[in-house]
């Protein structure tokens, strides 16, 4: 069952992310408001609201993966147990490359909605600091020596400590076309399909990552073991 949890997880998020992107460029209105004179109002997004369903589940995956990396490391801290490290370094690796999507979709969103790619608003700089500490994560694990496991299992609970802080900023500013006050699950219907079904569809992804990235890094493990056991023995030099 574990060797097939991974092309499962990947089949069913190609399906879903395939029938989202569908959704989302050929049934989802476009985004456009009128103004008191019934007008087009100059806030309208029109087709660059569409990358709202990308951007927020990426989000939301985000700092589910930030989380997951949090709570196992907190485990390894406390009971030395290899497997939450490797459960833990693997989400991290996911997040990394989750975040960078995130902060490309934003900053081509704000460009849209507020004619700036970039500003050091709190909510921005801090989504920029979680994504540099979890790339500082992984340099940790690679550069940092024989201390690196529990170097980065602190840099992960940091990092899931500020994940309510940024989720509280986002609130107090919603973005253009995401919900009633913030809300995605506020969405119209024509809308609502197309973001559960994307919202599905890149947490089978984020689950099918996780796990292949989790094998690789335990079949790291046990090469490095079985180099460190050699050594001992004398056979390898």
Same mark, same amino acid.
């Given at each position: 069952?574990?060797?097939?949890?991974?092309?499962?997880?990947?089949?069913?998020?190609?399906?879903?992310?395939?029938?989202?992107?569908?959704?989302?460029?050929?049934?989802?209105?476009?985004?456009?408001?009128?103004?008191?004179?019934?007008?087009?109002?100059?806030?309208?997004?029109?087709?660059?609201?569409?990358?709202?369903?990308?951007?927020?589940?990426?989000?939301?995956?985000?700092?589910?993966?930030?989380?997951?990396?949090?709570?196992?490391?907190?485990?390894?801290?406390?009971?030395?147990?290899?497997?939450?490290?490797?459960?833990?370094?693997?989400?991290?690796? !996911? /997040? +990394?490359? #989750?975040?960078?999507?995130?902060?490309?979709?934003? &900053?081509?969103?704000?460009?849209?909605?507020? %004619? *700036?790619?970039?500003?050091?608003?709190?909510?921005?700089?801090?989504?920029?600091?979680?994504?540099?500490?979890?790339?500082?994560?992984?340099?940790?694990?690679?550069?940092?020596?024989?201390?690196?496991?529990?170097?980065?299992?602190?840099?992960?609970?940091?990092?899931? !400590? /500020? +994940?309510? #802080?940024?989720?509280?900023?986002?609130?107090?500013? &919603?973005?253009?076309?995401?919900?009633?006050? %913030? *809300?995605?699950?506020?969405?119209?219907?024509?809308?609502?399909?197309?973001?559960?079904?994307?919202?599905?569809?890149?947490?089978?992804?984020?689950?099918?990552?996780?796990?292949?990235?989790?094998?690789?890094?335990?079949?790291?493990?046990?090469?490095?073991?079985?180099?460190?056991?050699?050594?001992?023995?004398?056979?390898?030099?």
């Amino acid at each position: 069952m574990k060797q097939l949890a991974i092309p499962v997880f990947a089949t069913l998020a190609a399906i879903l992310i395939a029938l989202a992107i569908y959704l989302v460029f050929f049934v989802t209105p476009l985004e456009a408001s009128l103004n008191e004179a019934g007008r087009l109002n100059g806030s309208s997004l029109f087709f660059s609201q569409k990358i709202f369903y990308f951007h927020v589940p990426y989000a939301i995956w985000q700092f589910l993966a930030v989380g997951v990396a949090g709570g196992c490391s907190l485990a390894f801290l406390v009971t030395r147990k290899s497997k939450w490290d490797d459960i833990a370094s693997a989400s991290t690796d !996911v /997040a +990394v490359g #989750f975040g960078a999507v995130v902060l490309i979709t934003g &900053s081509i969103w704000g460009k849209a909605a507020w %004619g *700036v790619w970039w500003n050091w608003e709190p909510r921005l700089t801090m989504s920029l600091l979680l994504w540099l500490v979890l790339v500082g994560y992984v340099l940790v694990r690679k550069f940092a020596g024989p201390s690196a496991d529990r170097v980065a299992a602190g840099m992960a609970i940091f990092g899931t !400590v /500020a +994940v309510p #802080f940024i989720y509280k900023m986002v609130g107090q500013d &919603s973005h253009p076309a995401s919900g009633k006050n %913030g *809300v995605v699950f506020t969405l119209g219907k024509d809308m609502r399909g197309a973001f559960l079904c994307a919202l599905v569809g890149f947490l089978c992804w984020y689950i099918a990552l996780v796990l292949s990235r989790l094998a690789s890094t335990r079949a790291e493990r046990e090469l490095r073991e079985l180099r460190e056991r050699g050594l001992d023995l004398g056979v390898l030099q």
